[in-house]
C-alpha cells in the first residue's frame, strides 16, 4: 500500500531553520508533482510549494526566498527546507502527491491526491 510519510517537524526559534522530508512507502513507479501544505489552527490548509516530476517549483509568496522545496526521484521523498522561520509559518505541514503510479503484484495502479499525516513546526512568537 502506497502512504506519503513526513518528518522533520519540530520546535525552532524564529530565524531558525528546518528541514522536512516525506517519503512515499510501496513499490513506487512514478510521482507526478509532490507538495507541501500547511494548515494553522483556524485557518484552512494552504500551498506552501509544489514540485513537479521535471524538478519545477512554485512558491506561495509568504515564503519565497525562505522555503527550498525539492525531490530525489530515486529515493520517492521530496524536502522542504525552511530557513528564517517566522512565528506565522508554526502549523502542520502536510505532504501531498497529485498523482503516484505504483506495482502491487505486477500490476500498475494509480493513486490520486494523496496526503501524508502532517509533521508539526511550531516557531513561537
Known amino acids: 500500500q502506497v502512504q506519503l510519510v513526513e518528518s522533520g517537524g519540530g520546535l525552532v526559534q524564529t530565524g531558525g531553520s528546518l528541514r522536512l522530508s516525506c517519503v512515499a512507502s510501496g513499490t513506487i513507479v512514478s510521482i507526478n508533482t509532490m507538495g507541501w501544505y500547511r494548515q494553522a489552527p483556524g485557518k484552512q490548509r494552504e500551498v506552501v510549494a509544489t514540485?513537479?516530476?521535471?524538478?519545477?517549483?512554485d512558491y506561495a509568496d509568504s515564503v519565497k526566498g525562505r522555503f527550498t522545496i525539492s525531490r530525489d526521484n530515486a529515493k520517492n521523498t521530496v524536502y522542504l527546507q525552511m530557513n528564517n522561520l517566522k512565528p506565522e509559518d508554526t502549523a502542520v505541514y502536510y505532504c501531498?502527491?497529485?498523482?503516484?503510479?505504483?506495482?502491487?503484484?505486477?500490476?500498475?495502479?494509480?493513486?490520486?491526491?494523496?496526503w501524508g499525516r502532517g509533521t508539526q513546526v511550531t516557531v513561537p512568537s
Open positions: 501531498n502527491a497529485d498523482q503516484i503510479y505504483y506495482s502491487q503484484s505486477g500490476i500498475s495502479h494509480g493513486l490520486w491526491g494523496i
Open positions: 514540485i513537479t516530476s521535471g524538478a519545477n517549483t
